[in-house]
């Protein structure tokens, strides 16, 4: 397994969030490809330390703990979005339009 | 805090007390005869403090100081306020609680038929004033001068307008304001110019004579609107719409001479000055015959003595000008007691014909003779003869200006002296001698109140000249009364002129006319000047200034407004409120960054 391997991984993974995030219009999955985005971005940093050096495990730790905060925030959005559209389709809340 | 300055500091608080009170205690004032007694309690307080104020010091003793620091301010207080206890300072203070407690003793008779709403309120203004005067009389800097000063003009204000409902009394009072806050702009920019320069509001401080003559020049400016100096003193005559008793303490007395006293307290700064003595010099003494002059002419009586009084001032600010602070001060004392004791004696004749006029008036010696023989008394000593305290004040501004600027101004304010004479023969004839007009058939004596004030206003008109040496050691001054040229030529001018005016007027009619003075009088020049610069100067320029402002200034704001308003506008309709459409734009601007990136 070399460096190249763990980034076409991460990017692969990074690839099908973004696909997964401009597609679905369910408000859980795209918080599941936002979480998929950011473990690409774990991967790469720790891939980098194991065959670069440097800190960027560290990172990864970091990263997680302010994900934990991300999707505690999002999964809280979506139950408010539920409890006033009675849906969790994203379209349905248009109003920042306004 | 010692105890001349505690009695100075009772002499000045009293009546605040009494102005707070009767402020915020409206029943009390509406009641209209309490608030008068308050009023008069609190004056006679701070006479008599004054008075204990003047004795308790020895006369050779220095000034005695209590300051604290006003406006801390990065370490250093930008000023002090406090109480300043001197000669000149503690014999103001007896003067202007004096004058002013008579004054008001007076109006309790003189203001009897005012309702008692207007009673309380005329009586709360004179409170204000009596307080804002003394604050000026015993400041220890000029910054709690310049207060002072504010405040005094604030009084004067409200009481010209005391008959509000009346236009040309309202007129009046806002002539005053503005005239005299023009001015008072030459004391703000005085400051100004003086503390950067020296950093202090010291009346002792050494700046460089080129800053001490710009600062003199400024302050000279606002001296020339209280003091009613040519040509800025179109206001004073104006001022006579207010009630009677108040042009005796505030336009003849006192708040007038606030601009001499200013000089003579800042007399160290002045005498650095010689350039702004000179103005003062030649200032004064136009002043002094111009006003002469046109008092010639006036046939209201409060408007003579309105005249009389610019023309006093005029020989004060001419001593000054000398070089002379204490024949400045010694003529503003004299001048306090029997211009006041004129002004209350004409009250006491208006209060019994109902009209200012002199042609109402005529043959009130025999109706009136006790206000006959006061006002005889203060036209005497006006008139400067021998003997009444008049003369000798008069005599020390002449002697001073002997000799000055190749005898010019000793010549002018001499021609004065005989003018003053005269005017004031002409109006003592034309009032009390001759045949009573109809209006004067009923006249009458008044009352005590008014009566016993004349009287006590008369004993110093007579002898307050004898004071003069007393005067002078306390002050710091040199004085010594001696018979030469100057006080031969001044007597003979005022015994001249009162035979002339008696050769003229005796039969108590207007028997001589001055043509050419009346059609100048009519003309008012200097009115007309000052119109002309305000509507013809000052309005265009504002209305330019407005205009620049209006279409300029604000148009480039409503520019700016109006842009970012068209941008939103247009911008907005990149926010549909979709977050997919968000997501679209985050990615494809993080795949730009990328190519950036890349190929940079």
Partial sequence: MTLQHCILLASMLFCIGVYGLLTRRHAIAMLLCIELMLNAANIAFVAFAKFGGGPGQIFVLFALAV??????VGLALVMALYRRHGDTAIDAAAEAKE | MTNTVLHATIAVIAPAIVALLLVIVPTLRHRGVPAAWACVCGSLVSLGAALRVLFERAPEAGADRWTVSWL????RPLAEVGIHVDGVSATMLVVVTLV?????????????????RSYGRYFALHALFLFSMNVLVVAPNLLQLFMGWELVGLASYLLIGFYFAKPSAARAAVKAFWMTKLADMGFLFGLIVLVVNTGSFEWTSQPTTAVATLATVLLFVAVMGKSAQFPLHVWLPDAMEGPTPVSALLHAATMVAAGVFLIV?????FAQAPATQDLMLWVGSITAVFAAFLALVQTDVKKVLAYSTCSQLGYMVAALGAGSAFAGFFHLGTHA?????????????IHAVHSNDMKDMGGLARKMPLTAVCFLVGALSLAGVPGFAGFFSKDLVLTTLEGRAGWVPWAM????AFLTAFYMGRVFFRVFLGRASTAAEHAHESGPAMSGTLIVLAVPSLLAGFLGGWLAHTARAEYHAHWGLTPIVASTAAVT?????????GRGRESVRFGVLESLDRASVVDRAWAFAYRGVLLRVGAVLGWIDRYVVDGLMNGVGWVTLETGGAVRRLQTGRVRDYAYVVVVGAILLALYGVWR
Wanted: charged share 15%; proline share 2%; glycine share 6%.
């Fill in chain 2, 72 to 75: 801390e301010a990065a370490g």
């Fill in chain 2, 100 to 116: 002013a407690t008579c004054v008001q003793v007076f109006s309790l008779a003189y203001m009897h038929d005012e309702s008692k």
């Fill in chain 2, 497 to 505: 002129g009162l035979v002339a005016a008696y050769l003229a007027f």
């Fill in chain 2, 337 to 349: 007691f029997f211009k006041a004791l004129l002004f209350l004696a004409a009250g006491s004749v």
């Fill in chain 2, 413 to 416: 304010l001499m021609a004065s």
């Fill in chain 1, 67 to 72: 994900t934990v905060a991300e999707v505690a």
């Fill in chain 2, 265 to 269: 307290r800042a007399d160290p700064l």
